[in-house]
């Protein structure tokens, strides 16, 4: 629960300044799933995430040679490896690990809280979204409470998600209330920064979460899931239809690929698709061991004379590790699906792989919300245990 908190606090902590250092809040969730790691163990069918983290170290030797002598070598593994790392320990505390659907719960609000803290901070301490629409079409930093969209898209994104999933979960008018609030003010920030990762990922988690709750519900409850997923729908236009308005019809030219004059954009990836081609020439070029932790971001420096961090894990995990990072990339994405063929108890599973599957493609792992997402989906979810009943005996 710690973890979980952490995780969804780090965003605002970056925004506020809160935080010691950069990566403290990838650092804090490594070291609370490690100690409890060491009070509760982990499950000894986890060897797959330890050949996982292994594989992440050749790559350092790698690096360690071909990485220029101005880099601070330091920082430039940590600041590549951090969210690997999260990731293999999340994955190291979570597989087969045994929690109640009460537990689970609470855990999710947890995680949820500081999402709904972060949504505050963002209507408290950013201008009205006229002053802020200055930038066209483009992600927006006004928008974005001065920081990253695309990060405060993931996070609200994810949110709006989990305040969505309450609705079917939860039975409780009030509560469902105030989560149909918090869905509109939510899903109202993550579409106003202009950055679309977040929205459409959230977008695609809500359904994949409700194709597997639909499916585990029986025929009289289907039935009366179709009220809430209508009321769900409304809910969604209307929002659209709010944002339109107040955006004055820019958000649609941003979700349709046009610019702030209604012409069509050339490029849909906004960059992204050059980022990943400069990656895969890495890959390309040292299929083996790869350029090394590090080395990529460097390389495109120097080819294209701008510095920029990757946004697809993918493509940065094959190019700094060559073919030991395209099997670490079949062992995250493999093992949770055997993993789900035998137990599919978690509604939440193809949810939390979709969207750590999604973030780690537009914005790789910046943040450890991913990464601690993928761990929840390893999760092993067990019915509560039903109260003992005691019997009377029977006197003769």
Partial sequence: MAAAYIAGA???YRMTGAMIFYETGKYTVILLLLIGMFYKGTSAKT???WIYLLILVPGIVVA???LDYDVVFRKAIAFNLSGPVCLGVAALYCYYKKITKTEFNYLLLMLLLPLVTNMAYLYFYTPSIGE???SGTNSNYAASGGYGPNQISTVMGLGAFLVCTRL??????????VDLLLLALMSYRAMVTFSRGGVITGLICVVAFLVIFYGKQSSRDQSKLFSKMLILLISIVAIWGYTALQTQGLITYRYTNRNAAG???DDITTGRAELITTELQGFYYNPVIGVGVGKAKEARS????TETASHNEISRLLSEHGLLGLVALLILIFVPIVFWTKFRNNYYFLAFLAFWFLTINHSAMRIALPAFVYGLALLYIVDEKKDPIYRKRLKH
């Fill in 10 to 12: 780090e965003v605002f």
């Fill in 47 to 49: 060897v797959p995430y």
């Fill in 64 to 66: 360690s040679v071909t």
């Fill in 132 to 134: 802020a629409l200055m």
């Fill in 168 to 177: 079917f979960v939860i039975k409780d008018k009030i509560i469902n209330s």
């Fill in 263 to 265: 012409k069509l954009e």
């Fill in 302 to 305: 120097a080819e294209t004379g």
